[in-house]
């Protein structure tokens, strides 16, 4: 594709709920990062897919937060228990992979998650 | 672990000044270092990378420089334009991950 797509690009659930963010990486991009960011702070890191495996997880905050990349092209960002404190936006990135992590990454324009 | 800090932490110029923006970090050990630019409510975008081995990096108005050895990285933009108006994030990478500054939120008045 020719960027990095994340839907929905809205989400308000109410706590306790479980939900789901999808994130599309650039088309051939072997590496797929997850970040959060709260308002008026920069993107704090939470994992990075080398292929389909998680290569670190050192960054989720704790066994609520899950992502999947099954077949090395889509991740899914899953969240369980949903604690208003999980409210903010959810960047995704992708890079070519070929410099493991240290390459340019391609940011998509997040999911705002509201918890209620 | 890796701390990264902007200063200022916002900015107002008029149209056509030139200015300088400032990313420090804690941890030398790098492997690069990155500027991106945030709109509201979008994402962000890359505008300067900086390997560890290099000094500075220049795109158009912008030049980003790295002085490893102290922590510290500075954006220059000439010639501001209101249309530059948006949030500035350093960003730098040790190993696998980037950590981010908190951003300066710029504002140029026409």
């Known amino acids: 594709g020719a960027g990095v797509s994340q839907t929905p690009s809205n989400k308000v659930t109410e706590k306790g709920k479980y939900v789901e963010l999808r994130c599309d990486p650039i088309?051939?991009?072997?590496?797929l990062y997850w970040y959060r960011q709260s308002l008026g702070q920069g993107p704090e890191f939470l994992i990075y897919f080398q292929g389909t495996g998680a290569a670190d997880d050192s960054g989720l905050p704790n066994d609520r937060f899950f992502a999947v990349r099954p077949e090395g092209s889509v991740s899914t960002l899953k969240i369980q228990r949903t604690e208003r404190g999980d409210s903010a936006v959810y960047l995704c990135a992708s890079s070519s992979g070929l410099a493991g992590g240290k390459d340019t990454q391609y940011f998509g324009p997040g999911t705002r998650l509201t918890v209620l | 672990k890796q701390e990264v800090t902007q200063i200022p932490a916002a900015l107002s110029v008029p149209e056509g000044e030139n200015l300088v923006l400032n990313c420090s970090f804690t941890?030398?050990?790098?492997?690069?270092l990155q500027w991106f630019r945030q709109d509201p409510g979008k994402g962000l975008t890359s505008l300067l990378l900086?390997?560890?081995?290099?000094r500075e990096q220049t795109s158009g108005r912008l030049n980003a420089s790295l002085d490893k050895s102290s922590g510290r990285s500075t954006l220059y933009i000439a010639a501001s334009q209101p249309g530059d108006s948006a949030t500035y994030l350093c960003a730098v990478v040790n190993n696998n991950d980037m950590r981010f500054g908190a951003g300066t939120r710029l504002t140029v008045k026409p």
């Open positions: 941890d030398s050990a790098i492997y690069n």
């Open positions: 900086i390997q560890s081995s290099q």
């Open positions: 088309s051939g991009h072997t590496a």
